[in-house]
C-alpha cells in the first residue's frame, strides 16, 4: 500500500507539555490530511484535518502544521492533558469515488499527570 | 443518530472455521471500508466500497478473504477458512462522500486458536 510513515511510536509528555507527532507521505496525489485519535476498545475518530492548500490549521489545542513540499505533516497538542492520552493516527486520502485513505503505525501518548 | 454498527463484537474460533463479520454504515453514507488493526502491521485497508460496488480490494490478503456488500445498509467480511494469523480487530467505517472523515465502528476482535 502507498506509504504514510508516522513517528515516533510511542510518547510521554508531562502534563502542561507540549506533544508532537510527525508523518511523512509519498503519494502526491493524496489531498486530504487527517488525524485520528483512539482511546482502548474504541475505534478511531476524528480529531483534526488539513487539505494541502493550507499549512496550518488549528482546532483549540490541537494544531496541524503542513509542508507540502517535504510531504510532510505534524499534530501539535498544546497544554496536553491526561484525558489526551490515546493513540494517534495520521492519515492520508484521496477521493477516487469514495476517499480511499491509507492510515500511519500509529503513535501512543502519554500524558503524565 | 446511530453510528456504524458492528457485530460481533468479540469472535473466538478454532483453525479453519469460517468467520463472517458484519457491518451496518451510517444511513446516507455512500461508502464503505474494511480495516484490519494488529499492533505489527496498525491499520490496514482491505476493501472499500463506493455505492455498494468494490472500488479497490488490493489489500485483500489472500483468496480466504472475501467482501460483500448486497445492499447500502449492509456489509460483510468473510474469512474461509480462518487461520491464528486473522487474529485481529477488524473495523468498518463510511463516509458520506463529502469529506474524507470516516466514521468508524467499533469493531470485532476475532481470535483464531
Known amino acids: 500500500q502507498q506509504q504514510v510513515k508516522q513517528s515516533p511510536q510511542s510518547l510521554i509528555v508531562q502534563k502542561g507539555g507540549i506533544s508532537i507527532i510527525n508523518c511523512a507521505y509519498e503519494?502526491?496525489?493524496?489531498?486530504?490530511f487527517p488525524w485520528y485519535q483512539q482511546f482502548p476498545g474504541k475505534g478511531p475518530a476524528l480529531l483534526i484535518a488539513i487539505r494541502p492548500d493550507v499549512s496550518e490549521k488549528k482546532e483549540g489545542r490541537f494544531t496541524i502544521s503542513f509542508n507540502k513540499s517535504a510531504k510532510q505533516f505534524s499534530l501539535h497538542i498544546m497544554d496536553s492533558q491526561p484525558g489526551d492520552s490515546a493513540t494517534y493516527f495520521c492519515?492520508?486520502?484521496?477521493?477516487?469515488?469514495?476517499?480511499?485513505?491509507?492510515f500511519g503505525a500509529g503513535t501512543r501518548l502519554f500524558v503524565k499527570a | 443518530d446511530a453510528g456504524v454498527i458492528q457485530s460481533p463484537r468479540h469472535e473466538v474460533t478454532e483453525m479453519g472455521q469460517e468467520v463472517t463479520l458484519r457491518c451496518k454504515p451510517i444511513?446516507?453514507?455512500?461508502?464503505l471500508f474494511w480495516y484490519r488493526q494488529t499492533m505489527m502491521r496498525g491499520l490496514e485497508l482491505l476493501i472499500y466500497f463506493n455505492n455498494n460496488v468494490p472500488i479497490d480490494d488490493s489489500g485483500m490478503p489472500e483468496d480466504r478473504f472475501s467482501a460483500k456488500m448486497p445492499n447500502a445498509s449492509f456489509s460483510t467480511l468473510k474469512i474461509q477458512p480462518s487461520e491464528p494469523r486473522d487474529s485481529a480487530v477488524y473495523f468498518c467505517?463510511?463516509?458520506?462522500?463529502?469529506?474524507?472523515?470516516?466514521?468508524f465502528g467499533e469493531g470485532s476482535r476475532l481470535t483464531v486458536l
Open positions: 467505517a463510511s463516509n458520506r462522500g463529502v469529506t474524507g472523515e470516516l466514521f
Open positions: 492519515a492520508a486520502s484521496r477521493d477516487t469515488g469514495g476517499f480511499k485513505t491509507i
Open positions: 444511513s446516507g453514507h455512500n461508502s
Open positions: 503519494n502526491t496525489a493524496f489531498d486530504y
